[in-house]
């Protein structure tokens, strides 16, 4: 009966975003050639970067853009279903908004990360499924079945990147404002957007765990790639699941100093 009330929430949500972008299409457009741009900027960063050498810390030219793809994949699917939920939890807390998911039937964490869908950039994630079908074959993928790994691994960076943010954004219940924070996200996203051999050691460690922004990428396509050993799926299991235990410790804690709008 819960899962049922949940379902129909969840319902309710896609109907009203897919109302909302289909009024609002010249989003589309600009939502798709602002990412290309991205695209074709970490492309020609690499590109440069292999002209003047083979191999970088163990990775090809076709190797790397293998990530990419798969990288480009996870980041889209977090753009889809949380990114701009992330962003306006600032005005929830500091406005009293919150008071209204706070006294609906289903938890407030789900209608709050659920509200606002980004339908279009479903298209970025089948450019990033384009990108690494390309490069599967001369990177040494093994393809066929394995492809089914990829929803696995890429489940992993979506899950990855909401609790990241998720943890940067919570601290808004201690700030005046959360865009430090988000802004703070977002500096540091870009440790996710090349392979983490490329990083030295201290910032690998911290990537892969305190911040483990290699999770989003650069892991699963090493896994896809290189295969990892079964120390590192339980260091992903520990280090997500830590994260999510920090997550809701900060949001039972957030809540004990919100006021609410009629405080």
């Known amino acids: 009966m819960i899962g049922k009330r949940y ?3 969840y319902r309710v949500q896609i109907k009203n975003n897919f109302v909302r972008e289909a009024i609002y299409r010249s989003n589309f457009l600009a939502t798709f050639f ?8 970490e492309f020609s960063l690499f590109s440069v970067l292999y002209a003047n050498t083979p191999v970088v ?3 090809t030219k076709e190797q790397t853009f293998f990530f990419l793809g798969i ?3 996870s980041d889209s699917l977090f753009s889809v279903f949380f990114a701009n939920n992330f962003w306006n ?3 929830l807390v500091h406005q009293g908004e919150l008071d209204i998911f706070l006294t609906k039937p289903v938890h407030p964490l789900f209608l709050i990360l659920t509200r606002s869908i980004h339908f279009t950039a479903f298209l970025n994630v089948t450019l990033g499924l384009l990108i690494a079908l390309k490069f599967s074959t001369p990177a040494g993928f093994l393809g066929g079945i394995h492809w089914l790994k990829l929803i696995f691994w890429l489940f992993i960076g979506l899950t990855t990147a909401t609790l990241i943010c998720f943890t940067f954004s919570i601290l808004v219940f201690w700030l005046e404002r959360n865009l430090f924070a988000l802004r703070l996200f977002h500096q540091c996203y870009p440790l996710a957007s090349k392979p983490d051999p490329f990083y030295p050691k201290i910032i690998r460690h911290i990537i892969r ?3 483990p922004f290699a999770l989003i990428g ?6 896809l790639l290189f295969g990892i050993s079964w120390q590192e799926y339980l260091q992903i299991f520990f280090t997500l699941g830590g994260f999510f235990i920090f997550n809701i410790f900060l949001w039972k804690k957030g809540l004990k100093r919100y006021q609410s709008a009629s405080s």
Request: charged share 10%; proline share 3%.
């Open 7 to 9: 379902f129909e929430v």
């Open 34 to 41: 602002t990412d290309l741009i991205w695209v074709a900027v």
């Open 57 to 59: 810390a163990g990775w």
């Open 71 to 73: 990288f480009f994949m």
């Open 89 to 91: 939890f600032s005005s």
């Open 209 to 211: 765990t305190l911040l």
């Open 218 to 223: 650069s892991i699963p396509a090493r896994a």
